[in-house]
């Protein structure tokens, strides 16, 4: 069975950083794409950002392109979020997501880890 | 941005079929995904490519799409099925990954 298994939450202050891991296992992990999703503690899902199976193509929500970073060591098995600038509005539990294909627009989410909570103080 | 749109909540009996819409613009020539999730868990898949069904997942939740609407029918119900559902598209336009606003399904 996948398992996806995040790390990094925790309690940042508004404007710090915060690095997220998501460790991989049982799938050949490089080829398919990957995902960060987040809930807010009373809403719903919302995509932030994406990655193709060999890493080299990226895509972010509008919320937070130019803060965000997605990367990828498939010879780890680990994704990775980067968060920098972080706002009040970035508090919720991320989630790591395996697409079912190399290619995130062709790929719906088949697996999800656990999540991580990210909470941004003002 | 494409925008889909769910009703926020859907209530049925034990036994009886729930049906959840998504709507957004010719939706129908977009693969559409739908998502279970319950509080404190992982989101799940329950159906993909607008009607087919993982193998673990009970032949009782379908999904159709056509047009302006995607729907995903969940027949006899149970107590267990109530959680939180969201469609999903992927837009071509922006390079997005887009989620429906979810839709809290009540078992009465």
């Known amino acids: 069975e996948v398992q996806l298994l995040e790390s990094g939450g925790g309690l940042v202050q508004r404007g710090g950083s915060l690095s997220l891991s998501c460790a991989a296992s049982r799938f050949t992990f490089s080829n398919y794409a990957m995902n960060w999703v987040r809930q807010a503690p009373g809403k719903g899902l919302e995509w932030v950002s994406a990655?193709?199976?060999?890493?080299?193509?990226?895509y972010f929500a509008d919320s937070v392109k130019g803060r965000f970073t997605i990367s990828r060591d498939n010879s780890k098995n680990t994704l990775y979020l980067q968060m920098t600038s972080l706002r009040a509005d970035d508090t919720a539990v991320y989630y790591c997501a395996k697409g079912d294909d190399s290619v995130p627009a062709a790929a719906f989410l088949d697996y999800w880890g656990q999540g991580t909570l990210v909470t941004v103080s003002s | 941005s494409y925008v889909l749109m769910q009703p926020p909540s859907v209530s049925v009996a034990p036994g009886q079929t729930a049906t959840i819409t998504c709507g957004g613009d010719n939706i129908g020539r977009k693969s559409v995904h739908w998502y279970q999730h319950r509080p404190g868990q992982a989101p799940v898949v329950v159906v993909y490519d607008d009607s087919d069904r993982p193998s673990e997942i009970p032949a009782r939740f379908s999904g159709s799409n056509s047009g302006n609407t995607a729907t995903l029918t969940v027949s006899r119900v149970e107590a267990g099925d109530e959680a939180d559902y969201y469609c999903?598209?992927?837009?071509?336009?922006?390079?997005?990954?887009?989620f429906g606003g979810g839709t809290k399904l009540t078992v009465l």
């Open positions: 999903q598209v992927w837009d071509v336009n922006s390079d997005h990954v887009v």
């Open positions: 990655i193709s199976g060999s890493g080299s193509n990226t």
